[in-house]
């Protein structure tokens, strides 16, 4: 079999006590060297650069490096770049594609979120791009392919918002069990309307995850910790926290939860996973949150279902269709079941907020900043 080589010329390796020396390691700190042969002795046939005159992996100077970040990046990312002397240029919004395609031109860089959609159309312009960084948590807003094709490095933040996520459900299960999205509608009316029929407590009752990945299993944790029983339903045979149970079917996990929290990604399996077939399969007076994607639950389905008592309550953070800035945009314009699912009790609609929190936007734009 062929011998590795090393990095090290002949001459130095013959010096070095092998039994000390040559050994892998991963620390960053540490250079690296190949594996020892069987035999314990040198082994290269070819002289090699000498570590002297080794490359460094940093080809350019900062300041030569143009960096445009669209859709009001986190300050702390913007900073760590401008720190290290790159050009930042820095626009609060994303830019029609037009006037993307222009700016593109010049620049080495580009952060976005998720509104700035980068195709192939618009990226065959980036004649001098080497990195996109993506300061959320999705690509599909990057033609992958393209990118890949052309040597275009892509950077995202794939969790950094996963705890702001888990900690919004947290509330909503017991906002819905306690109908307290209600109440405080009716007392910003002027109504005041003590109740405690139908309203629970969540210690002891079952919180059925679908999804048990970065967010499922941060929920799990946290809804362990407030006394629920945990079960959760996944493509992925996976290691459960706590006392949590995987399930073999959605719809074991439909007929045992009381309360039931989507955290699947949005690909053609999960499309209208939770539809009419699903609802009927839950107990009566169960609770649906989804704070996916908007595709995973039907909604009509859902209208129907919480018209006929059979669902007691639903907390939803994602649509279908959302709009692509802030204003009176939730209506049936957007969607067309828009009235029918505002008028209905107990339910709480949030515009896509899962992971917008201070912590989460701060450690997308370290990330995706530092990877650079
Ligand atoms: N509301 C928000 O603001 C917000 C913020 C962050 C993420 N999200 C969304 O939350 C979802 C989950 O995010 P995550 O970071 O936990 O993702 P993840 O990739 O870490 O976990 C997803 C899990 O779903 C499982 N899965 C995939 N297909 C499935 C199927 N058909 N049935 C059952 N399980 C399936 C996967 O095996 C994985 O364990 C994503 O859709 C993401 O886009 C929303």
Wanted: with cysteine; aromatic share 6%; net charge neutral.
């Amino acid at each position: 079999m062929a011998s590795a080589r090393d990095i090290k010329s002949s001459k130095d390796v013959s010096s070095l006590n092998t039994s000390q020396n040559l050994g892998f390691s991963t620390s960053p700190n540490a250079s690296f060297q190949s594996a020892p042969s069987s035999q314990g002795g040198s082994v290269f046939a070819t002289p090699i650069v000498p570590l002297a005159n080794a490359k460094h992996l940093k080809p350019f100077a900062t300041e030569d490096i143009k960096v445009l970040l669209l859709e009001n990046v986190n300050q702390t990312g913007r900073e760590i770049l401008s720190k290290q002397g790159y050009q930042v240029e820095f626009l609060k919004s994303s830019l029609p594609e037009d006037q993307l395609i222009e700016k593109i031109r010049d620049v080495h860089v580009i952060g976005i979120r998720s509104k700035t959609k980068l195709t192939a159309r618009v990226l065959k312009e980036a004649r001098n791009l080497i990195v996109i960084g993506c300061f959320c948590i999705g690509t599909n807003q990057v033609d992958l392919q393209y990118a890949a094709e052309h040597g275009i490095a892509v950077f995202n933040s794939p969790f950094s918002n996963s705890r702001s996520v888990a900690e919004l459900v947290i509330g909503e299960i017991i906002a819905l069990a306690r109908q307290f999205g209600d109440r405080s509608n009716e007392m910003h009316s002027g109504t005041w309307n003590k109740v405690s029929n139908k309203c629970w407590e969540i210690r002891g009752k079952t919180l059925g995850i679908i999804g048990y990945g970065h967010i499922g299993s941060q929920l799990s944790v946290l809804a362990e910790a407030m006394g629920m029983s945990v079960i959760f339903y996944d493509v992925v045979n996976l290691m459960a926290l706590g006392t949590a149970r995987q399930v073999p079917t959605l719809k074991d996990l439909l007929a045992e939860s009381d309360f039931i929290t989507c955290h699947v990604p949005e690909l053609p399996e999960t499309k209208n996973m939770i539809g009419q077939a699903q609802f009927d399969q839950m107990k009566d007076g169960s609770y649906l949150i989804n704070a996916s994607r908007g595709s995973v639950v039907d909604i009509p389905a859902l209208i129907h279902a919480m018209r006929s008592g059979k669902v007691a309550g639903a907390a939803l953070d994602v649509y279908p269709n959302e709009p692509a800035g802030n204003g009176d945009y939730f209506n049936n314009t957007l969607n067309t079941w828009g009235t029918d699912l505002r008028a209905l009790k107990n339910l709480i609609i949030t515009p896509h907020i899962g992971g917008s929190t201070e912590e989460a936007q701060r450690a997308i734009g370290v990330e995706v900043a530092d990877a650079w």
